[in-house]
């Protein structure tokens, strides 16, 4: 295989990765990191570099479409982002420790999280919570539009809320991932957001989030242009297909697949951190 | 919060959206400049990522990689893509700074300040840590 298979073949992966991530919810940047180090056995690191990358890439465009429709919390996000980019600057400092079969089985344990979280039913909860005292201190407490016009809602459980957001920017350090999932748990079931404000909410952190991480990786020397070029442009490409196509698509059978894929690939690379094969 | 205040939130964000879309252009155009110009020249095998080895010195810091850059090297500009990629979530943090400084909301100047310079230490000290 030449530089120029290798590319276009790691183009074309990124591609299908970012169009399935865009229509499932679940963003390209999971599979990245499995298909780069099972498929074209590219050492972890290079891996993670070129993920981060990717992740900021769809974030920041996917951030500006939500941003427009006002669903996202400004304020919620920023305050927020103290936890994450915390986290992730630990996240990433705690990598350069760690063996990278760890890293590849704790990564294997969150891509599984993420499968099963992308096909548990989302129910929206009650939005007529009472004020909480440091929501409402900080000033969080916002409307999004619904089909009845404009909704107020309170925010709760910021204390809760800010040390899941530690933990994700943890994760999102450590493995290169957006660690949404775990945003949105944080803001759906601690804080109460609207499911539709945390979801756009979260995505509009994952940029900085990665930037934090991304930040670190680089100035380590992880992130690796001949890889990360075709992933950027091969996720950013195929994530805007997807959103392009979202609006008429069945997506439950999609996500359902996907879900299966992932899980295939997290025991893959469990068992292959145990076997030292990374 | 009160209606104008509401409204001006919405203009931010209006602003905000235009500044993460040209981010995200031009940091792909350059990436994909930079990848037909590395493409051009590279009709070896391909490398093996297997091992890594890491990046040399000027392909990691952001004085480097101008340097690499202005010499039209292909993995230079990629990485400037990169570099200006990273530098998108960054620069609308900044901009909130302004943000909420002209709606004189000065907790969350505070809070945003504290986002700022975390993203900064990460992107020009983080590399040792």
Same mark, same amino acid.
């Given at each position: 295989?030449?530089?120029?298979?290798?590319?276009?073949?790691?183009?074309?992966?990124?591609?299908?990765?970012?169009?399935?991530?865009?229509?499932?919810g679940l963003g390209?940047?999971v599979?990245?990191?499995?298909?780069?180090?099972?498929?074209?056995?590219?050492?972890?690191?290079?891996?993670?570099?070129?993920?981060?990358?990717?992740?900021?890439?769809?974030?920041?465009?996917?951030?500006?479409? =939500?941003?427009?429709?006002? =669903?996202?919390?400004?304020?919620?996000?920023?305050?927020?982002?103290?936890?994450?980019?915390?986290?992730?600057?630990?996240?990433?400092?705690?990598?350069?420790?760690?063996?990278?079969?760890?890293?590849?089985?704790?990564?294997?344990?969150a891509l599984?999280y993420s499968a099963f979280s992308s096909?548990r039913?989302?129910?929206?909860? +009650?939005?007529?919570?009472?004020?909480?005292?440091?929501?409402?201190?900080?000033?969080?407490?916002?409307?999004?539009?619904?089909?009845?016009?404009?909704?107020? =809602?309170?925010?709760?459980?910021?204390?809760?809320?800010? *040390?899941?957001?530690?933990?994700a920017?943890?994760l999102?350090?450590?493995?290169?991932i957006g660690s949404g999932v775990v945003k949105v748990l944080a803001?759906d079931?601690?804080?109460?957001?609207?499911?539709?404000?945390? #979801? #756009?909410?979260s995505?509009?952190?994952?940029?900085? #989030?990665?930037?934090?991480?991304?930040?670190?990786?680089?100035? +380590? *020397?992880?992130?690796?242009?001949?890889?990360?070029?075709?992933?950027?442009?091969?996720?950013?490409?195929?994530?805007?297909?997807?959103?392009?196509?979202?609006?008429?698509?069945?997506?439950?059978?999609?996500?359902?697949?996907?879900?299966?894929?992932?899980?295939?690939?997290?025991?893959?690379?469990?068992?292959?951190?145990?076997?030292?094969?990374? | 919060?009160?209606?104008?205040?509401?409204?001006?939130?919405?203009?931010?964000?209006?602003?905000?959206?235009?500044?993460?879309?040209?981010?995200?252009?031009?940091?792909?155009?350059?990436?994909? %400049?930079?990848?037909?110009?590395?493409?051009?020249?590279?009709?070896?095998?391909?490398?093996?990522?297997?091992? @890594?080895?890491?990046?040399?010195?000027?392909?990691?810091?952001?004085?480097?990689?101008?340097?690499?850059?202005? !010499?039209?090297?292909?993995?230079?500009?990629?990485?400037?893509?990169?570099?200006?990629? %990273?530098?998108?979530?960054?620069?609308?943090?900044? @901009?909130?700074?302004?943000?909420?400084?002209?709606? !004189?909301?000065?907790?969350?100047?505070?809070?945003?300040?504290?986002?700022?310079?975390?993203?900064?230490?990460?992107? @020009?000290?983080?590399?040792?840590?």
């Open positions: 295989m030449n530089t120029l298979e290798f590319t276009l073949l790691v183009g074309l992966g990124s591609l299908l990765a970012g169009f399935l991530g865009s229509l499932t390209g940047g599979v990245i990191v499995p298909m780069l180090t099972l498929l074209f056995h590219v050492d972890i690191r290079y891996a993670i570099g070129a993920a981060l990358v990717s992740v900021i890439a769809t974030s920041s465009g996917a951030a500006a479409a =939500y941003v427009k429709e006002g =669903y996202s919390n400004v304020r919620v996000g920023m305050f927020l982002e103290i936890a994450t980019t915390v986290g992730a600057l630990v996240g990433a400092a705690v990598a350069l420790h760690l063996h990278v079969s760890v890293i590849a089985i704790i990564f294997g344990l599984i096909l039913e989302k129910s929206e909860h +009650r939005s007529d919570v009472a004020p909480d005292r440091i929501a409402t201190w900080l000033r969080m407490d916002s409307s999004y539009p619904t089909e009845k016009g404009m909704t107020q =809602y309170h925010v709760r459980g910021v204390p809760l809320g800010f *040390g899941l957001m530690f933990g920017g943890v999102s350090g450590l493995l290169g803001m079931q601690a804080m109460k957001l609207p499911f539709k404000v945390s #979801t #756009t909410t995505n509009f952190m994952l940029g900085v #989030t990665a930037a934090a991480s991304a930040g670190i990786y680089l100035g +380590r *020397g992880y992130i690796d242009p001949g890889i990360a070029m075709p992933v950027m442009l091969g996720v950013l490409g195929g994530s805007l297909i997807g959103a392009r196509i979202l609006a008429g698509a069945k997506v439950r059978s999609l996500r359902l697949v996907f879900a299966v894929v992932i899980g295939f690939l997290a025991v893959e690379m469990i068992y292959n951190g145990f076997a030292g094969k990374m | 919060m009160t209606g104008p205040n509401l409204r001006q939130d919405q203009r931010m964000d209006q602003i905000m959206a235009v500044l993460l879309r040209s981010g995200v252009l031009v940091a792909a155009s350059l990436v994909f %400049i930079g990848g037909v110009i590395y493409l051009s020249r590279h009709d070896l095998p391909a490398i093996n990522y297997r091992v @890594f080895q890491g990046e040399p010195q000027e392909l990691r810091t952001v004085g480097g990689i101008l340097h690499e850059a202005a !010499k039209f090297h292909g993995r230079g500009l990629i990485q400037l893509g990169l570099l200006v990629l %990273i530098a998108t979530p960054v620069a609308r943090v900044l @901009f909130s700074v302004f943000a909420f400084i002209y709606e !004189k909301d000065w907790t969350y100047v505070a809070i945003t300040m504290i986002v700022l310079a975390l993203l900064c230490y990460s992107l @020009f000290g983080g590399g040792g840590l």
